[in-house]
């Protein structure tokens, strides 16, 4: 049974570019949000996604917009990237009908140059 | 606004007993999650309380008092393994479930 995958692992970006992050969620699961975690913080909640339709937002500008696919895996792009984007983006996912419990991906890890 | 307070570092010393503390502030409580997370590794499910009291799990136990905001992860027999940063998260209802989490405990054990 494959867990929550995500890709790539790391990727280098400048100021001003933009890019895009791939989640897979784990077997079943039909809901999938993400997070940004900052090193020596915890994760910050960005969005989750059901039925292909944004569900809840958490403080991130704009700039940070997603997708769901009909086959519940996800994207994460960010436009016009700030140096204090570079972090660790993590994806979990879940079951809408389910415990609620959140599986969480390895993560991307951002750096910004 | 949401606000969980959980201690930034510990150490111990190892086969001894630790106990984290998280307190929170926050509307729309559901739940209480910990997990654990090593570095450079995705955080993983320890536990998750929804009703006041104690839930035991082997080695690892979370207590959770809802009319006090408050709630403790216990972790006892301290393997060397057990350094990680400990996360709780505030499990929110509004439109939908979502996670808020604490900064993390840095949890050093030492022999």
């Known amino acids: 049974d494959a867990g929550v995958t995500q890709s790539p692992t790391h990727l280098i970006k400048t100021r001003g570019q933009q890019v895009t992050l791939r989640c897979s969620p784990k077997?079943?699961?039909?809901?999938v949000s993400w997070y940004q975690q900052a090193l020596g913080q915890g994760p910050q909640f960005i969005f989750q996604?059901?039925?292909?339709?944004?569900?809840q937002r958490g403080n991130f500008p704009d700039r940070f917009s997603g997708h769901q696919f009909p086959n519940y895996s996800s994207e994460l792009n960010v436009n016009a990237l700030l140096l204090g984007d570079s972090a660790l983006y993590l994806c979990?996912?879940?079951?809408?009908?389910?415990?609620?419990?959140?599986?969480f991906g390895p993560g991307t890890r951002l750096t910004v140059l | 606004g949401q606000n969980i307070d959980q201690p930034t570092e510990m150490t111990a010393t190892e086969g001894a007993i630790v106990q984290i503390n998280c307190t929170y502030q926050t509307s729309g409580f559901n739940g209480l999650f910990w997990y654990q997370q090593h570095a450079g590794e995705a955080p993983t499910f320890l536990s998750y309380n929804v009703l006041d009291g104690l839930e035991e799990k082997g080695r690892f136990s979370s207590f959770l008092s809802r009319s006090k905001g408050y709630s403790y992860l216990l972790l006892k027999e301290l393997q060397m393994k057990d350094s990680a940063s400990y996360l709780c998260a505030v499990e929110i209802v509004d439109s939908s479930y979502k996670l808020i989490f604490g900064s993390g405990t840095r949890l050093l054990v030492r022999p």
């Open positions: 077997s079943g699961h039909d809901t």
């Open positions: 996604y059901y039925e292909e339709e944004e569900r």
């Open positions: 979990a996912s879940s079951l809408v009908q389910g415990d609620n419990e959140q599986f």
